[in-house]
């Protein structure tokens, strides 16, 4: 079973739609990232969470240490939001402040005009 | 700021072959890591330098190594390639590594044949 989980693994939908983007993880972590990959391989951090939610303009990430599980939402979805959407963790360490990421294997976003 | 630049963009190699891949942080950030990426694997983390010091590494074979230089500046090396080692090779920089939020390059397309 991998450590981080997410679903759907592809999600297409129609612009203006709210989209949802699940991660699940199975470790203790002591930070949850958010990244987007377009097409041709750049990433961009998107959000870094240990608790509660964050909002930037049209995305929100939300994450619940409880149940491990985190949600990405984007409202108002554009066609430029077609990416690959990725989830990350930083699990607990012997020594914070130089732990690793591990990733979630991603999911495709297409929106349609 | 200028940001995470790597050199070369794209390479192609022989099996057996070895590679050196360059990596050059935002000004200031003193932890380097690198990942590889490959539609089969997904990300994975390869190692994490600070300040020229190896602090986590990735479960990958000793033919992948790295290093830090003084500037920071940071290079990996895969030795005696295989095919499989054909993959994006990202690398990532930030003040103090993870968990802490990363800023990714654009990574540099390596393809064995």
């Known amino acids: 079973k991998n450590e981080v989980e997410q679903s759907p693994q592809n999600l297409t939908a129609q612009e203006g739609e709210f989209i949802t983007i699940n991660c699940s993880y199975s470790?203790?972590?002591?930070?949850l990232h958010w990244l987007q990959q377009h097409p041709g391989g750049g990433i961009v951090s998107l959000f870094m969470?240990?608790?509660g939610k964050k909002k930037h303009g049209r995305l929100i990430a939300t994450i619940n240490i409880q149940e491990k599980h985190s949600s990405l939402h984007i409202t108002a979805s554009h066609p430029r939001d077609s990416a690959v959407y990725i989830c990350?963790?930083?699990?607990?360490?012997?020594?914070?402040?130089?732990?690793?990421?591990?990733f979630g294997t991603g999911t495709r976003l297409t929106i349609i005009p | 700021k200028a940001g995470v630049t790597q050199t070369p963009r794209y390479l192609i190699k022989t099996r057996g072959q070895q590679v050196t891949l360059s990596c050059s942080p935002i000004s200031g950030h003193r932890s380097v890591s690198w990942y590889q990426q490959t539609p089969g694997q997904g990300l994975q983390f390869l190692f994490e330098y600070f300040s020229e010091t190896q602090r986590n590494k990735g479960n990958f074979p000793g033919r992948f190594s790295g290093r830090q230089f003084s500037n920071s500046r940071s290079e990996m090396n895969v030795s005696t390639l295989e095919l499989g080692d054909s993959a994006l090779y990202l690398c990532?920089?930030?003040?103090?590594?993870?968990?802490?939020?990363?800023?990714f390059g654009p990574g540099t397309r390596l393809t064995v044949t």
């Open positions: 990532a920089s930030s003040p103090q590594g993870p968990p802490y939020e990363q800023y």
């Open positions: 969470l240990s608790s």
């Open positions: 990350a963790v930083s699990e607990v360490g012997s020594n914070f402040g130089n732990e690793k990421l591990t």
């Open positions: 470790v203790g972590i002591s930070a």
